[in-house]
């Protein structure tokens, strides 16, 4: 199993970033092996106070309960007992600045291990699956009415949660994107599809970049964390189909056959069109006379006459 990242994000129109993310060790194989390769995204809530701070809270409580799993503690297991300490650790937080009830942010956090994906989500900071040119959204959001949570991280109790209970078998050259509503909430889920291709950092960057050219008067925060999946079977031919854009992935090997196909068509056209005017014949044999000689031949000498 190899994971290859990219990550950015994009301050919008707001005046402070109250997104955070977070990316656990891939060169950390042993604790790849039981704990798989974690990613989180963290969105604090504009509307409440100081939703830097609880994502921020909600990123740094959650890696740190998940890296303490034990070996054999399910990787399920691992990730509800985070997000419980997750929501405990926000929850004290508002406690502590005066802030009870409004203080909190969404959070999704992604897993990949040998075995499959695993996933939690509280709020509406998606998970997207990338696969074969087609992008699947993967959580659910818990929200009604475009933008009313109707759960997050850092109430008294979390009233919501999506989760997987089995790991989701992921195939080779498999894209997740974790994203907040930045994102999902301003460009089309086939715009988002459209840049998920070639390196994943620079996926990331040209996501961005379609966000910020669209130049939204109310943009918020936008982050995006990309985690390319290579199984380790057909690593060049996953690489190779990466850097084929979307529209070209479709009967990519038929495409190429009639663009062949037709610039040989086109090759011999041109010749044929040519040799009407052209008359193509082999050389004269006056065209190829060598020049006379000038070698002189000495007259023969007394005893030979």
Known sequence: MNIIPGNTQYLGKRSNQQDSFWISKIEDKAFVRHGGVLAIVADGMGGLAQGALASET??????TSYLRKPRKQTIRTSLDKAVEACNQAVYARSIKIGQRGNFGTTLVAAAIAPEGLYWISVGDSRLYLFR??????????NNIKGNYLTSYIGDQHIHEIDRNLRPFKLENGDWLLLCSDGLHGFITEKAI??????NPQAAAERL????????????????VVILAYESGETLNNSRKKWGIPPFLRKNFTVKIALLVGFLASLTYAIYYAFSWYVRIEPPTVQELALPESTTTIPPPSASER
């Not at 909600?58 to 890696?63: L, R, V």
């Not at 074969?132 to 959580?139: N, S, Y």
């Open 58 to 63: 909600a990123t740094a409580s959650f890696s």
């Open 132 to 141: 074969k040119g087609e992008l699947i959204q993967v959580t659910q959001d």
């Open 193 to 198: 599809a459209n840049e998920l291709y070639g």
């Open 208 to 223: 961005i970049y379609h966000v910020k050219v669209q130049d939204h008067p109310r943009q918020d925060n936008t982050t």
